[in-house]
Structure formats: structure tokens, C-alpha cells
């Protein structure tokens, strides 16, 4: 009887430990957690010097400043064209032919 009742006590406390709030599981859940937020928190950090090195080159190199306007805003010297090309989806055209038939 008595080692009938130290395994029920053993098995709960292994359940506890297991499956409670603060048990193992939950807390394997929470360390995948925090590693996917360190991993994107690294990410955005990189991003951040990338676009910090860009705000200086913009500050600092007139050239970079004057292709960054041409390419973000579609400006043109005077003596140059300039062509727009659009992409178009692919899922838009076969929608539209799909109609067609």
C-alpha cells in the first residue's frame, strides 16, 4: 500500500512538473518564444544600421542623394527620358483571358 501511494505521489509530481503552468512543456514553449523574438529583435537591428548607413549616405554623398530622388520619385534630368514599366500579375491576366473563353 505504501508504495502504491509514494507512485501516486511520484506520477503526480511528474505530471505537475510536466504539464502545470510552470512545467516543463510551458516552459520550452516560452524559450522557442523568446529565441523567434531575439532572432527578429537581431533582424530589425540590422535593418536599422542598413538604413542608418543609407541616411548618412543621403546626408553626406549629393550623388547617392540625386540617384535616391531619381529612383524613388521617377525625377529626370532635362535631357533625359523616362520609361515606367509596369509589371503586371500574372494572376490578372489569366483571370482576364479566363473571361475571354
Given at each position: 500500500m505504501r508504495?502504491?501511494i509514494?507512485?501516486?505521489i511520484v506520477?503526480?509530481l511528474?505530471f ?7 512545467g516543463l512543456?510551458?516552459?520550452?514553449e516560452?524559450i ?10 537581431m533582424e ?9 548607413e543609407?541616411?548618412?549616405l543621403?546626408?553626406?554623398n ?16 532635362n535631357e533625359?527620358d523616362l520609361y515606367i514599366?509596369?509589371?503586371?500579375d ?12
Amino acid at each position: 500500500m505504501r508504495h502504491l501511494i509514494f507512485l501516486l505521489i511520484v506520477a503526480g509530481l511528474v505530471f505537475y512538473l510536466l504539464f502545470a503552468t510552470n512545467g516543463l512543456i510551458q516552459y520550452k514553449e516560452l524559450i522557442n518564444i523568446r529565441e523567434k523574438y531575439r532572432k527578429e529583435s537581431m533582424e530589425y537591428d540590422k535593418k536599422i544600421s542598413q538604413l542608418k548607413e543609407e541616411i548618412e549616405l543621403l546626408k553626406k554623398n549629393r550623388d547617392y542623394l540625386e540617384m535616391y530622388i531619381r529612383k524613388e520619385l521617377n525625377y529626370k534630368k532635362n535631357e533625359e527620358d523616362l520609361y515606367i514599366i509596369i509589371n503586371h500579375d500574372d494572376s490578372l491576366h489569366s483571370k482576364r483571358d479566363n473571361k475571354k473563353n
